[in-house]
């Protein structure tokens, strides 16, 4: 299985291909500065369903209280209602992704 990018390389190809597109060259620390304020406005945004086109979208989902069960001994518990944060993942991406 492949390793996963890291920052550093995620930094370094998106500077590689961002100059390429523009013709200019682009520094990484522009970019990771870039990538870091798009993740801040990312968090502050997803409660109120935060979007990047043909990427996904970050939304806030409230889920409701529910009986579950201990796996180890079987026993019936009560799970709280609580907030949980979804990705949905663009159409787009999954037929670039997936194919067809």
């Known amino acids: 299985m492949a390793k996963s990018l890291t920052k550093s390389a995620i930094t370094t190809k998106l500077a590689e291909a961002v100059s390429k597109a523009t013709g200019q060259d682009v520094s990484k620390k522009l970019v990771l500065a870039t990538v870091e304020a798009l993740t801040q406005l990312a968090y502050?945004?997803?409660k109120n369903?935060?979007?990047l086109p043909g990427?996904?979208?970050l939304v806030l989902v409230n889920r409701k209280a529910r009986m579950g069960r201990n796996p180890k001994t079987g026993e019936?518990?009560?799970i709280k209602a609580k907030k949980v944060v979804k990705f949905r993942v663009a159409k787009a991406a999954k037929e670039?992704?997936?194919?067809?």
């Open 49 to 51: 369903k935060f979007t």
């Open 76 to 78: 019936p518990i009560q």
């Open 96 to 100: 670039a992704i997936l194919g067809g």
């Open 55 to 57: 990427l996904g979208k």
């Open 44 to 46: 502050k945004e997803a």
